[in-house]
């Protein structure tokens, strides 16, 4: 519980302070300035993605955990990934200017290209502070730098009234938020260190992280990365405005699940016995109820919240939210399983299951920008978690956590709900239907 309670007072604390900052920021910068930073994160998240072993995961559910020298290890392979991360990052920046035609992106991308070289050196402490679920200095870290970092950016939009002051202001941020975890976060510090039985186990548990974490790019960047060809770059930027909010459920939901129940499955695996099943089987009830509570909310209020919050130019967000909070109701119900997956070290499955929803997600994102436009490329994650889901029972049973009456029962609900938030402002989703229009 006092996992639960902090870890959800920091993601919320972290969204609410981001929507501040996009209402500032709108309201400083043009639209174009968020299309390009949008396809910037896409970029970013993807190398992030690519490049991606798992550390953190396995210092959560290894029982090696714990040891200093794995520890160190795990920070070292980390640092070296980082560097390149950055060196590709200054390679691709004219490329992908080219591809775009957006020249400001050639300037921009060498900034970026600093961040991941500062978060290959982040601590181990905040993986092990997930791994004993003690969060609480984590979470006042993160808010604080936060806090700061939108001061910052802000100050400079005003300053320079140009993109890179959301490129510099997201690059200072990091900076502050690892200075913090170093310095005042309990545990040992890291230093360089190589252990080859570490290093191995590592490598082995990541392979699988590294291939499923090629798809999680695809289930989460990809729509990004293909509209950004479809649509002019402040369409983009008012469409990243619209995911953020209406996805802001599923964005709560998934530190929960990652900072808490997959902990907790490894401390407590249902299949060892009932008392084990039962109590974790309420937590995920718990997490689900909690986020389709939210996507209702945001499927009435989609409109009326962007209507009231940003300025006309934004108005079109308005049904994208609400779109998207129709959209993740499946997400939101199977938001768990993996973890059950990850903690009993089934990296393979894991891969397995988000390599077939991903090739889904795609096939459905083309078909539905074909036939219903952006409305119809919104809707493509839900359509392919609902199509995986019978692969992810498959994989589930083997571990004791599937719960089908909470599953059904929750999505017919959450669907039934957010499709009549949806319908109570239908003709504000017309425009979505019009590519070219867009």
């Known amino acids: 519980m006092r996992g639960f309670v902090v870890v959800l007072a920091g993601t919320g604390g972290n969204r609410v302070l981001r929507l501040i900052s996009s209402l500032l920021l709108t309201r400083i910068l043009f639209p174009e300035a968020f299309g390009l930073m949008a396809i910037i994160s896409v970029v970013m998240g993807g190398l992030q993605m690519f490049s991606d072993i798992g550390i953190r995961a396995s210092i959560v559910q290894s029982k090696h955990g714990a040891d200093r020298d794995f520890l160190n290890t795990a920070w070292t392979i980390q640092i070296i990934r980082g560097l390149i991360l950055s060196l590709i990052c200054l390679a691709i920046a004219q490329p992908l200017a080219d591809f775009y035609e957006e020249p400001m992106l050639a300037a921009l991308m060498p900034i970026m290209a600093i961040g991941p070289l500062m978060s290959g050196f982040a601590s181990t402490k905040i993986a092990t502070a997930d791994r004993e679920l003690r969060q609480e200095k984590l979470v006042a870290i993160t808010l604080i730098t936060q806090v700061l970092g939108i001061i910052v950016t802000v100050a400079l939009a005003l300053w320079t009234q140009s993109v890179f002051a959301l490129a510099i202001g997201g690059q200072i941020n990091t900076a502050m938020f ?17 252990n080859k039985v570490y290093a191995r186990e590592l490598i082995s548990f990541g392979k699988f992280v590294f291939l499923s974490t090629l798809s999680s790019f695809i289930l989460g960047r990809s729509d990004m990365a293909i509209l950004g060809v479809y649509l002019s770059i402040a369409t983009l930027g008012i469409f990243n405005i619209g995911y953020m909010v209406g996805s802001l459920p599923l964005q709560v939901l998934k530190p929960l699940s990652h900072r808490v129940v997959f902990p ?4 407590r695996p249902p299949y060892e016995n009932e008392s084990n099943r039962k109590n974790m089987r309420r937590v995920r ?24 919050l940003f300025d006309p130019r934004y108005a079109l ?76 029972v498959k994989f589930v049973k083997r571990y004791d956590v599937w719960d089908p009456i909470a599953d059904f029962s929750y999505l017919a609900a959450g669907l039934a709900l957010t499709m009549f938030g949806c319908y109570r402002n239908w003709e504000d989703f017309k425009p979505l239907f019009d590519l070219s229009s867009l």
């Not at 988000?354 to 920008?369: E, H």
Request: aromatic residues 14%; contains cysteine.
């Open 317 to 392: 967000a308005g049904p994208i939210v609400s779109t998207v909070a129709f959209a993740i109701v499946p997400l939101i119900v199977i938001e768990g399983y993996e973890a059950a997956l990850l903690s009993a070290g089934d990296s393979r499955r894991s891969f397995y299951l988000k390599g077939s929803t991903a090739i889904c997600q795609l096939t459905f994102l083309f078909a539905g920008l074909t036939f219903f436009g952006l409305f119809g490329a919104i809707l493509a994650p839900g359509i392919a978690a609902l199509t995986t889901y019978p692969l992810l």
């Open 285 to 308: 009830r718990l997490v689900v109820a909690g986020g389709l509570f939210l996507t209702a909310i945001f499927a009435f209020l989609g409109v009326f919240l962007i209507d009231l």
């Open 264 to 267: 907790l499955y490894s401390r």
């Open 178 to 194: 690892l200075l913090g975890t170093h310095f005042l976060l309990p545990g040992p510090s890291n230093r360089l260190s190589w």
